[in-house]
């Protein structure tokens, strides 16, 4: 309403001695009791404006709309903001204006940030509202709104822009990239070289470097698809969700024990597998996000389905003794509905616990409108757990022969109040499940609970899933988002540096299926992905950090990847996926806390000390140091982005993890060309002695599989050894000695084999398994081929015992040389009885008394005898301790399949000169080849360290015998091979400390 002129006049007429009594006093309240109004005609300009821009519109002004309410603007006051209208003309105390003055209502007094008003002039704005709120409609600011902040809009697709290099361009991304780069008088960065895109792409998709032969293909292929064929190898391998999961699961807080105090393990490697495998699917975003908030609300859930919901379970839970069990129950609601608003959102919503959210268009009554879809879930606690200790407690399904927690809605909803100030002892209003006012409503009606949440968060009218999501993939990629933000899409987060690519990623990613590979192949192909890290100072100082992409900035490696990448490059890393946590080497006393209740740590053996980090065993309290000093987080809490340190741990870390050790023993196996090292077995395995096991059915467990460690050259890339015909001394890898004796009489074999000489060139009897004292010739059974010393064996296949007894069993056909063949034989205590190629083979069948020794050596194409060894090949060998079926035998044929071949080139086989292994070391390391002078310290240190080690070698031996850690290599010959080790060991571990093996470049 609008003043006459002679009402306005009149008004300003109106001055009795009581207006003295209105006049403002001194600087503190005294008196919060109501008070009787002014009798005089209070003014808005001269008497109540003054009074809201000295106190109130920094908050409430031009420049902040906190709660969506402008003080300076007379609709929007009368309209209201996220709390309704803040005055109501003619009754001051119905006024939200004046009761947030008073401290009346819910959250602080205002102004929050400052003293409150005194009592004269509360007295002031509490008259001008009973006498109506008249406003003129000239005062103050003409706006009927608050903006829509640009992240509460629907995004949507935009065209693409016109550029100036068309060329440039190989996916739509870089259309908007140039467009940006060209407004700022920028260019892009010339195109990394395809070495350094490869490995780029590898360590971004699946945390791995590429291999030799997969480095050689790409370099080999110049056409325009080869790039394409590269990421969709990619994006279909199985290491591809080990690495994407490491992000989600950082800001779903996973982790394997409770949390708080005590820090119990527990199981929760179920939701773990299921997020990988998620991931390797492409699950469609909308039903990932779905089955992990609501996945046992959806109609006849699968185990998977409620494996999923883990999600919310994995957290961390309170144990504590004496807390009480509202509060632990209710700071368990709370978390998860801080983090469905950060992982889905973008939003800090947390905020808004205590009051309106001071920032952002969200209430307390929306914070505890979505409180009440988490609040009808079980207690997390159990019964008493000994000394007073809780058990975490809940629903659980039963998974792989333990059990994992899940979510499960009661039967009866509980009810849910507004905490006043977030105390749970403080109960406010009630109120039901609903939505934020001040995002778009879902296009149909939803139920009332999780699973209706989880259809809004994914509904395409949401404004900020789609968004924040792409965004938090475009960090990883990039190591900033398009939103620097990745946790706060609010007003005080920071805009994008590309608005109009973020909606165009974000309608791609939604109008294609929410498809999270389909995105992340438009982004990899891209020309600014594609660009290289080197920048002259003139893009430099126009572009510090990047962020307009001119460039692809360097990243150090995640915690995870760095160790992944070192074990790759030795050829150690262990590919088995899944289940429980592993447990790689850490310092002594790490979990020790104070009483004896802490886990034990028992560090891994065999395969599981070389697996993944992503399998790491994730103890919140106590992370494993290799993990946490490269800056994984602790999982206490979501954590939507990692942060990038450099400190001098990290270079102790790199020189002394024993992972770091074990992977620089195995890289300098690589580098001289001598034979792969293997994991130790661990103690309940009877034998283990290789890296990688052969395929073997199901439900034949070997005590023996695996690629065979052998003689002078080194393993293949199929898996298989190759031997020569040169003595035993350079052949000492036949023996199998890790773990308790060979298998008893009864015992079955199957391995490939091939046979490289014709049957002229034999030299002497070679044996394909041999099971005696040693080797010797009077104990134990042995299969092998004939040699020239024995015309009627000649390339024929045999089995003979050391002593004799009985003869030879000898087949009749000769082996066609240069071929693979596959052989299984079973013995029994009095039986012998061969397959080959999957054929019984009649004339070696029979009786075969068992040698008398033969229980401590287990040999494989190689024997410590004067015979020489197969001149050939071995490979996926397993043996068994017990007599196979003939079924089973038949079996592990049809499951087999012979090693691939592999041209020399590409093997990996290295070079033993010094020269040729640091340059094709450094390969390995980087993928790209070093310039003379990124060799000559390298080849310089290792002349030194080999001079040093020849003079002292007991010191070479010592050296080599601490760094081995977990792995069992061929023994050494003698003290120069021994020295020379060692210098390759510090030449394996400055290629591991690399820069650019550390970083994606």
Not at 262 to 272: C, E, G, I, M, P
Not at 539 to 561: C, F, H, K, N
Not at 792 to 818: C, I, K, S, T, Y
């Amino acid at each position: 309403m609008a003043f006459s002129r002679h009402t306005w006049s009149a008004a300003r007429l109106v001055v009795v001695g009581c207006a003295l009594a209105a006049a403002p006093g001194p600087a503190v309240a005294t008196d919060d009791a109501p008070r009787p109004p002014a009798v005089r005609a209070v003014d808005f300009v001269r008497d109540v404006e003054p009074l809201l821009v000295a106190h109130c519109h920094h908050c409430h002004g031009p420049e902040q709309q906190q709660a969506r309410l402008r003080l300076d603007a007379r609709r929007i006051v009368f309209a209201g903001g996220l709390s309704g209208p803040a005055v109501v003309p003619g009754d001051a105390s119905r006024s939200l204006l004046v009761r947030r003055l008073l401290g009346e209502d819910h959250g602080p007094r205002m102004p929050s940030d400052g003293e409150p008003l005194d009592a004269a002039a509360i007295d002031i704005i509490r008259a001008w509202i009973d006498q109506g709120a008249l406003w003129p409609e000239t005062a103050g600011s003409p706006a009927a709104e608050v903006p829509v902040h640009w992240a509460y809009a629907r995004p949507q697709r935009p065209a693409l822009p016109a550029v100036g290099d068309p060329a440039w361009c190989r996916t739509p991304v870089d259309f908007f990239v140039q467009e940006s780069l060209a407004e700022r008088g920028l260019r892009p960065a010339a195109a990394a070289d395809p070495d350094v895109w490869l490995r780029r792409v590898g360590l971004d998709l699946i945390g791995l470097p590429p291999t030799v032969a997969e480095l050689d293909a790409f370099l080999a292929d110049p056409s325009p698809a080869a790039r394409e064929q590269v990421v969709d190898r990619l994006l279909a391998s199985p290491r591809f969700g080990e690495r994407w999961a490491q992000p989600w699961l950082d800001a779903a807080r996973y982790g394997d024990s409770t949390g708080y105090h005590d820090d119990d393990l527990r199981d929760s490697w179920a939701y773990r597998d299921w997020v990988i495998a998620a991931l390797n699917a492409d699950m469609p975003f909308d039903q990932f996000t779905i089955e992990q908030l609501a996945g046992d609300l959806l109609p006849a859930a699968t185990l998977q389905q409620r494996i999923a919901t883990g999600f919310h379970r994995a957290a961390p839970c309170n144990l504590e003794s004496g807390t009480p069990a509202e509060a632990r129950r209710t700071a368990q609601v709370i978390d998860r509905v801080n983090v469905t608003a950060t992982v889905w959102l973008g939003t800090t919503l947390e905020c808004a616990r205590c009051h309106n959210h001071k920032h952002d268009p969200f209430s307390q009554r929306d914070y505890y409108r979505l409180f009440a879809y988490f609040n009808s879930t079980p207690d997390e606690t159990g019964g008493g757990g000994g000394e007073g200790r809780n058990l975490m407690g809940g629903p659980t399904v039963a998974v792989g022969g333990s059990s994992t927690f899940v979510m499960q809605e009661l039967d009866a909803p509980r009810q849910t109040r507004i905490l006043l100030r977030g105390d749970y002892q403080a109960p406010g209003a009630v109120v039901e499940p609903g939505l934020p006012r001040a995002l778009p409503a879902p296009a149909a009606e939803l139920p009332a609970n999780r699973l209706g949440l989880a259809r809004w968060l994914v509904d395409p009218a949401n404004p900020l899933t789609a968004r924040v999501t792409v965004n938090r993939w475009w960090a990883e990629l990039f190591g900033r988002g398009l939103v620097s933000t990745v946790e706060d899409f609010g007003l005080h987060g920071e805009r994008p540096t590309h608005p109009l690519l973020l909606d165009w990623l974000a309608a791609e990613f939604v109008e294609n299926g929410w498809s999270m590979k389909r995105l992340l192949r438009q982004v990899v192909l891209s020309a600014t992905y594609a660009q290289s890290s080197s920048v002259t100072p003139a893009a430099r100082q126009a572009d510090p950090d990047g962020r307009w992409l001119s460039r692809v900035v360097r990243l150090r490696l995640p915690a995870e990847t760095i160790r992944d990448n070192a074990l790759a490059i030795a050829g150690v890393l262990t590919a088995e996926a899944g289940g429980p946590p592993a447990y790689p080497p850490q310092p002594d006393g790490l979990w020790w806390i104070r009483d004896g209740k802490s886990p034990v740590y028992r560090p891994a053996t065999g395969a599981d000390r070389y697996r993944r980090g992503i399998y790491t065993v994730w103890r919140r309290l106590s992370l494993h140091p290799g993990l946490a000093v490269f800056d994984a987080p602790d999982r206490t809490a979501c954590c939507a982005e990692r942060a990038r340190t450099n400190t001098p741990l990290q270079a102790l870390t790199l020189l002394n993890d024993p992972a770091h050790m074990e992977a620089a023993f195995a890289l300098a196996h690589r580098l001289t060309g001598r034979p792969a090292v293997r994991p130790a077995a661990p103690p309940e395995t009877a034998i283990a002695f290789a890296a990688d096991y052969g395929s073997v059915i199901a439900g034949l467990q070997p005590l023996v599989a695996g690629a065979l460690a052998g003689a002078a050259a080194p393993l293949r890339a199929t898996g298989d050894i190759r031997f020569d015909a040169s003595p035993f001394a350079t052949c000492r890898g036949g023996r199998l000695d890790a773990g308790p004796a060979p298998p008893g009489p009864a015992w079955s074999a199957s391995l490939w084999f091939r046979n490289e000489l014709a049957e002229e060139e034999r030299p002497v009897t070679a044996y394909l398994v041999s099971r005696g004292v040693d080797g010797s010739p009077d104990a134990g059974d042995h299969l092998g081929i004939g040699g020239t010393h024995r015309a009627d064996l000649r390339g024929r296949l045999f089995m003979f015992n050391g002593n004799a007894r009985g003869g030879v069993l000898a087949g009749r056909a000769r082996l066609e040389p240069r071929r693979w063949h596959h052989a299984v034989l079973v013995r029994d205590a009095a039986q012998v009885r061969v397959f080959l190629d999957g054929a019984d083979v009649p004339d070696i069948d029979g009786e075969l008394e068992p040698g008398t020794g033969g229980t401590e050596g287990l040999f494989v194409a190689a024997r410590a005898d004067m015979f020489a060894p197969l001149t050939g090949a071995v490979a996926h060998a397993a043996v068994f301790g017990r007599a196979l079926s003939a079924e089973e035998a038949r079996q592990l044929h049809a499951a087999a399949a012979p090693p691939a071949e592999v041209p020399p080139e590409a093997s990996g086989a290295l070079p033993v000169d010094v020269e040729s292994g640091v340059r094709d070391g450094y390969r390995l390391a980087t993928a790209r080849r070093p310039s003379a002078a990124e060799m000559a310290p390298l080849v310089s240190l290792f002349d030194s360290l080999r001079d040093r080690y020849r003079s002292d070698p007991a010191s070479a031996r010592r050296l080599l015998d601490a760094v081995r850690g977990g792995l069992v290599a061929v023994p050494l010959r003698d003290d120069d091979e021994a020295a020379d080790l060692a210098a390759w060991f510090h030449v394996a571990t400055a290629l591991l400390n690399l820069d650019q093996t550390v970083t994606r470049e």
